[in-house]
């Protein structure tokens, strides 16, 4: 069975939400995660943070969870209340609850996701995937980073990257710590939906760097632990790549 004609149809079945570009430079805007409840306090400045996809968070689940299917394919999955957010190798999918009688079941459409124990299906109108489930990965929050909306790691050579939950910069550990820096930057391109992507760039002069965040099913190169975002930054004439995911408000 071909695995990307089964996602094709998962991209048909499941529907995508309208893509509209951003602009050049967007505006910074609330934490899309923060609901504001009660008067605000204007004494102080209000907290803004980068505009990013709901598709890079886990909406509150408590962890990612790495599934391994055949035919070869890889999923990560989260279980926030009320539904299933499930990454794969093309896209990332939002799946509603539906009756079964044992075990789990989601569905958007012709899509659908059943699991029981350590085991799961995947089906479509195209076909059937078989999966186990394999590690877990305790999601980021604001308890361990309070500073970043976004946070990606990669290896050989072992790098960090953070966007600040406050302003349009980002800072860069890399070569496993012996260079950090800190860069303003735009966002050249904003997508949403089920291929949600960023494109960032510097902005500081002399400093060329650009990162990609695609909302797909990611898995650290060491350990195997699952992210909902594949990275790739361009630095110093260099191909950084790695995961991540976007910071949790809980």
Not at 52 to 73: K, N
């Amino acid at each position: 069975m071909r695995l990307i004609p089964l996602f094709a149809a998962m991209l048909t079945v499941a529907g995508c939400a309208s893509q509209a570009p951003a602009p050049s430079t967007p505006p910074q805007v609330q934490d899309l995660n923060r609901a504001v409840t009660g008067p605000v306090d204007t004494s102080e400045p209000k907290p803004t943070s980068p505009l990013l996809p709901s598709a890079f968070f886990a909406d509150g689940a408590p962890a990612f969870v790495a599934w391994r299917c055949t035919p070869a394919q890889d999923l990560v999955a989260a279980l926030p209340e009320g539904e299933l957010r499930l990454w794969s190798g093309q896209g990332f999918y939002r799946l509603d609850p539906a009756v079964v009688a044992s075990g789990a079941r989601y569905v958007k459409g012709d899509l659908s996701f059943w699991s029981k124990g350590n085991e799961a299906g995947v089906e479509s109108a195209s076909g059937q995937l078989e999966c186990q489930r394999d590690v877990s990965r305790e999601t980021i929050t604001r308890e361990t980073r309070p500073n970043s909306i976004f946070f990606a790691k990669g290896n050989e050579p072992g790098w960090m990257l953070m966007l600040d939950r406050q302003t349009s910069h980002l800072r860069l550990i890399a070569d496993y710590g012996q260079q950090t820096l800190t860069l303003p930057y735009k966002i050249e391109r904003l997508d949403n939906g089920q291929e949600a992507a960023v494109v960032l760039r510097s902005t500081q002069a002399g400093q060329p760097f650009q990162a990609r965040l695609q909302a797909k099913a990611c898995f650290d190169s060491m350990s195997g632990m699952p992210y909902p975002v594949q990275v790739t930054l361009q630095w110093q004439e260099r191909t950084l790549r790695g995961c991540g995911q976007g910071v949790e408000s809980l």
